[in-house]
């Protein structure tokens, strides 16, 4: 009702305005009409417990059911006069952050109806290019995503996103407080290493300033899979390096192994960094005018070397 009234009084000012009146007003209008009235939850994602308060609520809160996009929600209790709080559902084929309808039923009858911001967990697969971009604002300031993690460092890389800041957190249990622990750059991409174990982990991508964005994510904890790849020759002997880059898709098949295969050399070590296009491994090898396993582990994660980001960077000896 109060959205409505408000509506009503701008249409009424803008009746009157004069004629000698900027276009200030009809791009205030404009903004007021796109902008989106759904509820924003803290959280939003399937599993997570949720508090909704809201002025309407007053005398609905007990004794009652809630269908979020038409799936029965559970954990269900009453708060306070004008609050509850409630276990969002998986609602399916759900695979971007939506407004669903939400209802609040008592005794069959609705008594409480909107819209809320859905943001499904989505299964993201590491160590591979995902071609898919993701879209947030600082509205709608969170995607959510979950990984099959092992007992490794894992180097996360969001990128893409000029002028946007956004942040990384993760967290091991549905409803377990998220951990930050990329939050260092202002825009274009974000990217830190953490250790993480074995199992599923979830995380969380938060708009922190700046404008819309769609950005990438990419996750390794081991050599990525390439969009594509490219050998360097080094003090001018026919291998030394390699390069495996992991764009946005689609896998290239001349990658480094097939790149190397002529030359039949031993890898020494893999060094995957991050930067502002994504993660890109490094493959180093041995044999003559290559590089031993000490010496290429030392050059990827200490600066000096010629890696980038050496402090974010992950090594494998192999």
């Known amino acids: 009702m109060k959205q409505f ?12 305005k004069k004629k000698d009146s900027n276009d200030a007003e009809l791009l205030l209008l404009a903004l007021y009409l796109t902008a989106p009235k759904d509820i924003i939850l803290e959280w939003g994602y399937p599993g997570s417990t949720n508090t909704l308060q809201n002025s309407d609520l007053v005398g609905k809160t007990s004794g009652i059911t809630v269908t979020v996009g038409g799936q029965s929600a559970t954990g269900v209790a009453e708060v306070s006069s004008d609050t509850i709080q409630f276990v969002m559902p998986t609602i399916p084929n759900v695979n971007e952050n939506t407004a669903v309808e939400f209802l609040i039923k008592k005794n069959g009858e ?3 109806s909107n819209f809320v911001r859905y943001r499904p967990l989505v299964s993201w697969t590491i160590n591979e290019p995902v071609s898919t ?3 947030i604002d600082g509205r709608d300031n969170k995607n ?3 990984i099959t993690a092992t007992t490794a460092s894992h180097v996360f890389n969001t990128f893409g996103h000029t002028f946007s800041d956004l942040d990384i957190s993760y967290f091991t249990s549905l409803n377990g407080t998220p951990i930050p622990f990329a ?3 202002r825009d274009g991409a974000e990217f830190n290493k953490v250790s993480l ?4 982990v979830y995380v969380m991508v938060r708009h922190n300033s700046g404008w819309n964005a769609t950005y990438h994510l990419h996750i390794a904890n081991a050599g990525v899979v390439p969009t594509s790849s490219a050998k360097l020759t080094y003090d001018g002997y026919p291998y030394n390096l390699c390069y495996d880059t992991m764009g946005t898709g689609p896998t290239t098949a001349n990658d480094c192994v097939a790149i ?3 030359h039949s050399p031993t890898r020494s070590g893999r060094c995957t960094y991050p930067g ?7 493959n180093y090898y041995s044999g003559l005018g290559g590089f031993t396993t000490a010496y290429s582990q030392d050059t990827c994660l200490n600066p000096g070397g010629g890696s980038q980001n050496e402090a974010e960077s992950i090594f494998l000896a192999n």
């Open 183 to 185: 939050e260092k750059r």
């Open 144 to 146: 959510f995503f979950q």
């Open 276 to 282: 502002d296009q994504g993660l890109t491994t490094r």
């Open 260 to 262: 190397m295969a002529v």
């Open 110 to 112: 609705t008594v409480f």
């Open 197 to 200: 174990n074995a199992g599923t």
């Open 133 to 135: 971009s993701r879209f």
């Open 5 to 16: 009234l408000t509506f009503v009084l701008i249409i009424c000012s803008f009746g009157c």
